[in-house]
T-cell receptor, first 114, second 115 residues
Framework: AQKVTQAQTEISVVEKEDVTLDCVYE???????LFWYKQPPSGELVFLIR??????QNEISGRYSWNFQKSTSSFNFTITASQVVDSAVYFC???????????FGKGITLSVRP | NAGVTQTPKFQVLKTGQSMTLQCAQD?????MSWYRQDPGMGLRLIHY???????DQGEVPNGYNVSRSTTEDFPLRLLSAAPSQTSVYFC??????????????FGPGTRLTVL
């Protein structure tokens, strides 16, 4: 069985603050992929990143960075110098082995106040 | 490319009515899937297809049917709508055989209310 836990349900920060969104996953497979998606208030789902289990390098894309640690089964997402446009629901997701089923966490609602 | 399109955007049904949610993609993607999103539940997989003529059940398939007669289209049928099916429905697709091998891209969603 596979599972994704996003323990934080809602986070509120003031603009320009840094914020980290936590994601913890569970799987017995050694091959798996992790994803982050953003859902802004308009409702669409926007792909942010995909990372496979064999690549533990952290990734940075502009103000976004991701910290993948297999030792703690975590794939955390940090937004540096947050902006109001970052306000959204963020989902972490997992797929394992040859399974075609993507499992989502319950999402974290991020509110960035001006 | 239009990407993944879904129709309608909004729909209200009465209990017991049937309807089909449409999903189409013009990217020649093999893999397509349907999810429902409910408050506090994240997204849950309903059905998926790894190619034309092939479908399989996801996590919450009861009350829904699918078929995949063409690569482009993957309709979701509600046979007898129930209030528990009130949700936002997302269709997704990816080029290869699924999110295991390729990233899924989502349509804009259909908001369904069953009275």
């Amino acid at each position: 069985a596979q599972k994704v836990t996003q323990a934080q349900t809602e986070i509120s920060v003031v603009e320009k603050e840094d914020v980290t969104l936590d994601c913890v996953y569970e799987t017995r497979d050694t091959t798996y992929y992790l994803f982050w998606y953003k859902q802004p208030p308009s409702g669409e789902l926007v792909f942010l990143i995909r990372r496979n289990s064999f690549d533990e390098q952290n990734e940075i894309s502009g103000r976004y960075s991701w910290n993948f640690q297999k030792s703690t089964s975590s794939f955390n997402f940090t937004i540096t110098a947050s902006q109001v446009v970052d306000s959204a629901v963020y989902f972490c997701a997992l797929i394992t082995g040859a399974n075609s089923k993507l499992t989502f966490g319950k999402g974290i609602t991020l509110s960035v106040r001006p | 490319n239009a990407g993944v399109t879904q129709t309608p955007k909004f729909q209200v049904l009465k209990t017991g009515q049937s309807m089909t949610l449409q999903c189409a993609q013009d990217m020649n993607h093999e893999y397509m899937s349907w999810y429902r999103q409910d408050p506090g539940m994240g997204l849950r997989l309903i059905h998926y297809s790894v190619g034309a003529g092939i479908t399989d059940q996801g996590e919450v398939p009861n009350g829904y049917n699918v078929s995949r007669s063409t690569t482009e289209d993957f309709p979701l049928r509600l046979l007898s709508a129930a209030p528990s099916q009130t949700s936002v429905y997302f269709c997704a697709s990816s080029y290869d055989r699924g999110p295991h091998t390729d990233t899924q891209y989502f349509g804009p969603g259909t908001r369904l209310t069953v009275l």
